[in-house]
């Protein structure tokens, strides 16, 4: 979403700050770092951020600050654990500020729209489902890499208005009727990207994927 330093206040910033530095800290005390021991898994999570990197510089922009982009984090999740997730969304949004897409100034409220709160809704849900729903194929590949993604583009975009909202930066009419409806259109690429993702990655590198179990989701066991 590429906010724009200037949109908001000095306290928004601190917010950003000490949220960056809470979940930050969460991440260092609980990532499962043993598994970057492993070269192919630390290639995995470089290679990551390196794609996403690509996929967020490509963004259309409707007002100042008021960028589209692909986000992927309900794959990245999945993929990689939202510790290790996280790692590669804030590579990726270093990547996009040292080509100039966006400001080192406003990097504390890009992490929050773009990596804190995408990869908080994406684990809440993955856990919603696995709880509720039965654990089958169809159902991790459908209803978390499909549905998922989309819903978690939504509540970004919602998130991201609001935002934009309390810090008096842009009308809630007019995000309401330029910006918002986007996000149904970004919502259905991201969950086709995200689909399509998962599906080739349980079914030819089952390993790759942290939330992903044969025994589970094949074998019903």
């Not at 849900?125 to 991790?140: A, D, G, Q, S, T």
């Not at 993702?197 to 349980?202: F, K, Y």
Request: hydrophobic content about 60%.
């Amino acid at each position: 979403m590429n906010l724009a330093p200037d949109l908001f206040s000095a306290a928004w910033h601190v917010f950003a700050i000490a949220c960056g530095i809470g979940v930050g800290a969460w991440v260092v005390l609980t990532a499962p770092w043993r598994r970057l021991l492993d070269g192919h898994q630390l290639n995995a999570v470089l290679g990551a951020a390196v794609i996403l990197t690509l996929l967020w510089s490509l963004n259309a922009g409707v007002h100042p600050g008021l960028n589209l982009h692909l986000v992927g984090a309900m794959a990245t999740c999945l993929i990689f654990g939202p510790q290790l997730a996280l790692v590669v969304l804030a590579l990726a949004l270093a990547g996009i500020t040292l080509n100039g897409s966006t400001e080192w100034a406003a990097y504390p409220l890009n992490l929050l729209a773009m990596a804190i709160v995408p990869l908080a809704v994406s684990t809440l849900y993955f856990r919603i489902v696995e709880r509720w729903l039965p654990k089958n194929f169809f159902v991790y590949v459908f209803v978390n890499a499909f549905i998922g993604a989309a819903l978690v583009v939504l509540v970004l975009g919602a998130v991201a208005s609001l935002m934009l909202v309390a810090a008096g930066a842009y009308p809630a009419d007019l995000l309401l009727s330029e910006y918002l409806p986007f996000f149904l259109l970004l919502g259905f690429a991201e969950a086709w990207l995200s689909g399509m993702a998962l599906t080739l990655l349980v079914v030819y590198c089952p390993e790759w994927v942290a939330s992903f179990d044969d025994r589970s989701y094949l074998m019903n066991k």
